[in-house]
């Protein structure tokens, strides 16, 4: 967090959550972890981590990655797909390509069904 509205929609689509239903009117365009809308059984573990700053809130954010989700950005980077670059910020693009991280820069050889299924197949 923060992300938008719409962002807050999709991941709820995506991650098919089954809690509480959210009124969509009732979000803010900005979520941020203030104002998540959380199941009953976890708002006081919240409210106890943000007061205990375990949780901080983050304030100056760029907005134009609001609509960037992990989980398609890391797809990207195993798929060999140089367009998750444009989804995060350059200083972490770099550190992501020079380390190597989510196996970055290592294109793995998929090897079909018939390879695996023959005696002595190699990758």
Request: proline share 6%; glycine share 4%; charged share 30%.
């Amino acid at each position: 967090y923060p992300m938008t509205r719409d962002g807050y929609i999709h991941y709820r689509q995506q991650a098919k959550t089954e809690s509480e239903t959210i009124i969509i009117e009732d979000l803010p365009e900005i979520i941020s972890a203030r104002d998540i809308k959380l199941p009953s059984n976890i708002r006081s573990l919240h409210a106890h981590l943000l007061q205990s700053g375990a949780i901080v809130p983050l304030d100056n954010v760029d907005s134009s990655y609001m609509s960037t989700f992990s989980r398609e950005v890391l797809q990207m980077i195993q798929d060999g797909n140089d367009e998750w670059r444009e989804h995060v910020p350059p200083a972490a693009a770099a550190l992501i390509a020079e380390r190597k991280i989510f196996c970055c820069g290592e294109r793995k050889k998929r090897r079909s069904k018939a390879e695996t299924e023959q005696p002595g197949a190699q990758a």
